[in-house]
């Protein structure tokens, strides 16, 4: 059997198009669907990460409003601007770039993004609304994978899915997320004991741990589906992927698989709020 390459790339080249014309039908409204950023200091990463998004904006025809505040912004004054983009009408998303400089209390600010902004799923209102089945922008990037897996017919009913990472953006939501899709979930974390025993038993797997190929391919079962969010400078994720394809019954590519989805999603969670608030 063949495995199925769950193409993120190209998932989110046919999820452009069908966003450029949801803009068009927006704008002829009198809408014109925005998202601001706010990058506070100068990581390069961020930096970078920030600009990708912006120019997905551009490219489907959205507006986005850059603000950019220095290294040594207080959370009074990140508070402040957040504020002021909420009671902005004509902003539709707010993204705060994680990570901010460590005098700020990101929590703090990341929860005073109104909910119905929260297009990157970060509020701990939404992620407790998206927990409990009720309409909410989930996080980006496990949303993103979910959207990978329906459009591929994959059933995860039933299924053993185990992620491995635990964090707030990723880890947790991704966990809820397969709950709600019937999956019978592990989560794993660092203090997580016979980890390599665990995977051997996954039907799916999400590798989201931050450390380059950290799950081996002969821990995972025959036909498993894998799921790798992580992405490295040496072009590759947090899952060893060399032969997956003979192993695996589908897989996302690193790159060109979970990464393109996340920033597809935020625009996408940008325009369902242009649209009021309907989200899948
Ligand atoms: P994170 O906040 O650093 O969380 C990493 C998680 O991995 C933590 O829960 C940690 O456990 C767990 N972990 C660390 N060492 C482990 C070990 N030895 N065994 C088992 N679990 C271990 O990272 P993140 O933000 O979730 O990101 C995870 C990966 O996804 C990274 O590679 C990142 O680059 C990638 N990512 C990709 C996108 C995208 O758009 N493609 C977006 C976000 C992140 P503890 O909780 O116990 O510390």
Redesign the pocket.
């Known amino acids: 059997m063949t495995a199925i390459i769950l193409d993120g790339k190209e998932l989110s080249k046919i999820s452009e198009e069908s966003i450029k014309q949801r803009v068009v039908d927006l704008s002829e409204k009198g809408i014109k669907p925005t998202l601001a950023t706010i990058l506070v200091g100068n990581d390069p990463a961020s930096e970078t990460y920030v600009k990708m998004k912006r120019n997905t904006c551009a490219r489907v025809g959205m507006e986005s409003i850059a603000i950019e505040l220095p290294e040594t912004t207080t959370t009074d004054e990140l508070l402040e601007t957040i504020k002021k983009l909420n009671e902005d009408d004509s902003v539709h998303g707010i993204l705060l770039q994680h990570p901010v400089p460590s005098q700020i209390d990101e929590r703090l600010c990341f929860d005073a993004i109104s909910i119905n902004k929260d297009v990157d799923g970060v509020t701990c209102l939404g992620f407790g609304n998206m927990s409990m089945g009720i309409n909410a922008y989930g996080s980006?990037?496990p949303a993103?994978i979910i959207r990978l897996i329906k459009h591929h017919n994959i059933e995860v009913q039933g299924l053993n899915a185990v992620v491995?990472?635990?964090?707030?953006?990723?880890?947790k939501p991704m966990a809820m997320m397969l709950l709600n899709l019937n999956a019978t979930v592990t989560i794993?974390?660092?203090?997580?004991l016979e980890?390599d025993n665990i995977i051997k038993n996954a039907d799916l797997i999400v590798?989201?741990?931050?450390?380059p190929k950290?799950i081996k391919t002969y821990w995972i079962k025959k036909n498993a589906i894998v799921i790798d969010?992580?992405?490295?400078p040496e072009k590759c994720?947090?899952i060893d992927l060399d032969n997956i394809d003979r192993i695996a019954s589908a897989y996302t590519p690193v790159p060109g698989g979970?990464?393109p989805?996340?920033?597809n999603t935020l625009i996408l969670h940008t325009v369902q709020s242009a649209e009021k608030g309907i989200v899948d």
């Open positions: 980006c990037t993103g491995v990472g635990r964090s707030p953006i990723l880890g794993c974390h660092s203090r997580t980890l590798g989201a741990v931050g450390i950290f969010a992580g992405y490295h994720g947090d979970v990464g989805m996340t920033i």
